[in-house]
């Protein structure tokens, strides 16, 4: 019998003995394409050999030291290396060690620029519906997920939601994309006034949304506007590129194809590859300057912040990615996903939209093409395209997204940046496979 809480529950979870490129191999023998690296995370695959060196060499030299006491090379070169390739007016970084952790320090970062610059008003933090922050207290709070939300909701900080940019659920009939992107981010500012244009902290956003409606990207100038609208009532923008960042859509960080940049950034899972839990926040000089001059210091604070290990997995994997190009196999191996996809769901009437940039891509499931009708929740039919996919060697990462109020169906397809033209054929072959035969248990 299991002590683990998630084997206890998901008791036919088969168990993973070795990682290769990627493929992971269970205990019985079987291989299974990581065509979601885990949950967008194993960028590099599996094993890779460079990441595994600097990792040993690490751990010979030193593995752990405290914040508090010591700095260390490796941390250094790596926030030198991740303020190299930031976004304009990012200078300085905060090492944590997940997604979570770098929401959870965003938003504080956030309250404690308008205490150091004397806006002690401003606290409320404005975030969008059918999306997803991480699970800790302050960043479910802000994540518009009800279903994650419900039983804690006495324990959350209040939060308030606009509407998410989702083209395919809610770009009107003759309206265009960018007409469709510029409403979308008018919410914003009739939110701010609703509430307040001097209370208000941060608006927090992912710039392709991931776990919670599938890799669905925003319409043209949407985040330039909220960009203006953000800076025209002086509230902070949070980009959350947990999911989309660290080159999964085909730039470094996702919000280079909008052309803007936030004032804070979290990143994680890419960033380390799944090689060391790690996460970070990125912000702006204007804020760390507000730290300086203020209380002199970042009221927060890990035990494993910095952590030499993670540090030298996250230095390593960015080492990897630049020094292949994998950046510009992640653009064209996410045309031939795109591809691929397009060809083998686009018929398909139960598949209902195709998206994503670079490798993060979907596809969302309907029970009725013409009227987007999602399939009925209990029908579990994420849980059995899931099902079908490991019965042939396919890890996708299915999920259902709230949509208008109900649970919906996407597949999210996030594969290495080492995957080649192959892989991705198999992905979509075994994929395909596991869809109709999903769809097909439904008897719908
Ligand atoms: N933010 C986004 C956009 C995410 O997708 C996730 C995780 O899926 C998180 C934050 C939380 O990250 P973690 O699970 O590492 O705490």
Redo the contacts with the bound molecule.
């Keep these: 019998m299991t002590h683990l809480l998630h084997r206890a529950i998901h008791s036919r979870l088969p168990v993973a003995v070795r990682g290769e490129g990627i493929y992971i191999h269970d205990s019985e023998g079987k291989a299974y394409i990581d065509a979601s690296g885990g949950?967008?995370v194993s960028c590099l695959g599996h094993s890779h050999p460079d990441v595994l060196k600097a990792l040993h060499e690490q751990l010979d030299a030193i593995a752990y030291a405290h914040t508090g006491f010591f700095t260390t090379d490796v941390a250094e070169r790596l926030g030198d290396r991740l303020i190299e390739d930031a976004p304009a007016g990012l200078e300085k970084v905060y090492l944590v060690?997940?997604?979570?952790?770098?929401?959870e320090a965003a938003l504080k970062m956030a309250r404690q620029y308008f205490v150091e610059t004397g806006e002690h008003g401003r606290r409320h933090v404005i975030a969008r519906r059918q999306?997803?922050?991480?699970?800790?207290l302050g960043?479910l709070a802000a994540?518009g997920n009800e279903w994650r939300r419900t039983q804690f909701r006495p324990l959350l900080i209040e939060t308030h939601h606009i509407s998410p940019c989702y083209a395919y659920r809610h770009q009107h009939e003759g309206e265009t994309a960018e007409e469709y992107g510029e409403r979308a981010a008018r919410e914003l500012e009739e939110k701010i006034l609703e509430l307040g244009e001097d209370l208000v902290m941060a608006f927090i956003a992912?710039p392709v949304?991931?776990?919670t409606s599938g890799a669905v990207p925003p319409a043209p100038g949407y985040f330039r506007k909220i960009r203006e609208i953000c800076d025209r009532y002086g509230v902070l923008l949070i980009l959350?590129?947990?999911?989309?960042g660290m080159g999964r859509t085909g730039t470094l960080h996702a919000c280079e194809q909008e052309g803007i940049s936030p004032d804070l950034m979290?990143i994680?899972?890419g960033l380390g590859g799944g090689y060391q839990?790690i996460?970070a926040v990125l912000l702006s000089g204007r804020i760390f300057e507000a730290f300086e001059q203020g209380s002199g210091f970042f009221q927060h604070g890990h035990t494993y912040m910095g952590h030499p290990m993670a540090a030298a997995a996250g230095l390593a994997v960015q080492e990897v990615i630049r020094r292949d190009g994998l950046l510009a196999n992640v653009v064209a191996m996410g045309e031939h996903l795109a591809d691929g996809l397009a060809k083998r769901f686009g018929q398909n009437a139960n598949v209902g939209d195709i998206r994503g940039r670079g490798l993060f891509q979907a596809i969302e499931l309907v029970e009725n093409k013409e009227t987007k009708a999602p399939f009925d929740p209990v029908l579990k039919v994420n849980a059995h395209i899931k099902r079908e996919a490991m019965d042939r060697g396919l890890m996708v990462y299915p999920m259902g997204g709230t949509i208008d109020g109900r649970e919906g169906d996407h597949v999210l397809i996030a594969p290495p940046f080492i995957s080649t033209k192959g892989d991705i054929e198999a992905i979509v072959d075994r994929l395909g496979a596991a869809v109709d035969a999903a769809i097909g248990s439904t008897g719908r």
């Design positions: 949950a967008a060690s997940g997604g979570s952790e770098a929401v999306s997803y922050h991480g699970n800790t960043a994540g992912e949304v991931g776990a959350d590129e947990v999911m989309c979290t994680a899972k839990p996460g």
